[in-house]
C-alpha cells in the first residue's frame, strides 16, 4: 500500500487527521472515543493550474480552514448537551468575529505601534512592525496557554504529531510507540504563521502608499499572497536536511514548544483512532 501523507489539527478534546480523500475526526467523550468520517475532494485535482507553486498553498490553507471549522464545529457539539449544540451559522459568526479581531490585533496593532517610533517607507519601519507582530503572536500565545482548556488542546496538538512521526516511521500505531516522539513536526501550522511574519516584513516593504488606511488594507489584500510564498518556504523546509534551511525553520519549531504539549496516553489513544481511520 502507497503511503498516505497525513497532516491535522487539534479540536475539543480530540485530533482531525486528513488524509487524500478524507478526513477523520476522533473525540473522547463519556463514553469512550466517538469519530466521524467527512469526505474530501481537493480543488488541486481537478485543475492543474491550482496546484502550481504559491496558488497551491492558498488553496490548501482555505481547504484547511473550512474542514478545520467544520471538524471545530462538530467537536464542540459532541461535548455539548442537546440544548447546546453550536449551528454552523452561529461557528460562522464566530469565526468572522474572531478574523476582525485578528486582523486588528495582529495587522493594526503591530502597524501603528510602529508608526509612533519610525517613518513610514523606511526600513526601520517594516522591521519593527514584523518584530511587534512576532511580539503580540508569540504574547498571545503564551496568555491562552495558561488557559486550562486551551492547554488541553494544545496536549492535543502534541497529540497529532506525535502520531504522525510514529506513522511516517512506519512503527506500529500503539501508544507505547507514538509516545516516543516529538511534540514538534516541521510541517506544522505554527510554523507556517513563523513564515508568514518574516514575510511579510519583506513584502509590506515593498507594498508602500502615503494614507495609512490604505497600508493597513493592503496588509489585509496581501495575505493570501504571503500566505502562498510562505508554504512554499515551510513544504522546502520541512523536508530538507540543509543546515541553512534547517535554521531558517527553527524559529517555528521552537514557537511548537508553546502551541504542543506532552499528552497523556489517552490523548494519544484518540489520535491513533483518527489517524487510522484516514490511512
Not at 5 to 22: S, T
Not at 128 to 148: C, E, H, N, Q, T
Request: aromatic content about 12%; overall charge positive; hydrophobic content about 50%.
Amino acid at each position: 500500500m502507497s503511503k498516505v501523507y497525513v497532516g491535522g489539527q487539534a479540536i475539543i478534546e480530540g485530533v482531525m487527521m486528513k488524509g487524500v480523500d478524507k478526513v477523520a475526526a476522533a473525540v473522547r467523550t463519556k463514553k469512550g472515543i466517538k469519530i466521524e468520517v467527512f469526505p474530501f475532494h481537493s480543488l488541486t485535482k481537478k485543475n492543474f493550474l491550482l496546484r502550481l507553486p504559491f496558488i497551491r498553498g492558498v488553496i490548501f490553507l482555505g481547504e484547511m480552514l473550512v474542514i478545520g471549522l467544520k471538524t471545530l464545529s462538530w467537536s464542540a457539539n459532541q461535548q455539548a448537551g442537546k440544548d447546546e449544540q453550536i449551528s454552523s451559522v452561529e461557528m460562522t459568526i464566530t469565526m468572522v468575529i474572531s478574523f476582525v479581531l485578528g486582523i486588528g490585533l495582529f495587522v493594526g496593532l503591530p502597524y501603528f505601534l510602529s508608526w509612533l517610533l519610525a517613518e513610514q517607507k523606511t526600513v526601520a519601519f517594516n522591521v519593527l512592525d514584523g518584530i511587534f507582530r512576532l511580539a503580540v503572536f508569540l504574547g498571545y500565545l503564551l496568555l491562552i496557554s495558561m488557559m486550562k482548556d486551551v492547554k488541553r488542546l494544545f496536549q492535543y496538538h502534541g497529540a497529532e504529531h506525535k502520531a504522525v512521526h510514529c506513522y511516517e516511521a512506519k512503527l506500529p500505531l500503539i501508544p507505547k510507540n507514538v509516545q516516543k516522539f516529538s511534540t514538534i513536526h516541521p510541517r506544522c501550522g505554527t510554523s507556517l504563521i513563523v513564515f508568514v511574519i518574516a514575510v511579510s516584513i519583506v513584502v509590506f516593504s515593498l507594498i508602500q502608499f502615503d494614507a495609512w488606511y490604505w497600508n493597513v488594507l493592503s496588509r489585509v489584500i496581501v495575505i493570501p499572497l504571503i500566505a502562498g510564498i510562505s508554504y512554499e518556504l515551510l513544504k522546502f523546509t520541512a523536508t530538507s536536511r540543509f543546515f541553512l534551511l534547517r535554521m531558517i525553520a527553527a524559529p517555528g519549531m521552537w514557537v511548537q514548544k508553546i502551541t504542543t504539549k506532552q499528552p497523556t496516553d489517552d490523548q494519544v489513544e484518540v489520535a491513533i483512532a483518527a489517524l487510522k481511520k484516514v490511512i
